[in-house]
């Protein structure tokens, strides 16, 4: 399909697939049917908010730990794969594709190994540092019972 779609070589075959997912479908899901009760919608509706006002103005933010807590989870396990991308990409290698090919065939620089490991782990912990807040607040939105 990605052939088909002239994608490979691009950062669409990676981002693409990934967007929708089994997992996600089911966490957003279980989510919502737990923080938005369906009276907060029924009463929106009373009040004369349209469909898009009520998706707005309470679903959306009824729904944001959970997206955020999703699109890291997400991330994470984008930026990790290895299979799906040295399937898609021919020329162009993503950065855990990199770092088995620092090691050499009979020597390994242990400092260019770790560094290289380094600069794959760092934008995870970057995004983690601004995504933190809301990934604590949907788990623990999940966890408490009320």
């Known amino acids: 399909?990605?052939?088909e779609f002239g994608w490979?070589?691009?950062?669409?075959?990676?981002a693409v697939?990934?967007?929708v997912g089994a997992f996600g479908v089911f966490w957003m899901t279980q989510y919502l049917q737990e923080a938005l009760p369906f009276e907060l919608v029924e009463a929106a509706r009373i009040d004369g908010a349209s469909m898009f006002r009520t998706f707005w103005s309470i679903a959306l933010p009824a729904a944001r730990?959970?997206?955020?807590?999703?699109?890291l989870f997400t991330f994470i396990g984008s930026w990790n794969s290895f299979f799906w991308p040295s399937v898609v990409m021919r020329s162009q290698l993503t950065m855990p594709l990199v770092v088995p090919q620092l090691k050499g065939a009979f020597t390994s620089?242990?400092?260019l190994v770790m560094s290289g490991?380094?600069?794959v782990a760092a934008p995870l912990l970057i995004v983690f540092v601004f995504a933190g807040r809301q990934l604590v607040a949907?788990?623990?939105a999940g966890a408490v019972k009320g």
């Open 1 to 3: 399909m990605m052939n």
């Open 8 to 14: 490979i070589d691009s950062l669409l075959a990676l």
């Open 17 to 19: 697939p990934g967007l």
């Open 65 to 71: 730990p959970a997206a955020a807590t999703l699109a």
């Open 109 to 111: 620089d242990t400092g």
């Open 117 to 119: 490991v380094f600069l």
């Open 138 to 140: 949907g788990v623990m």
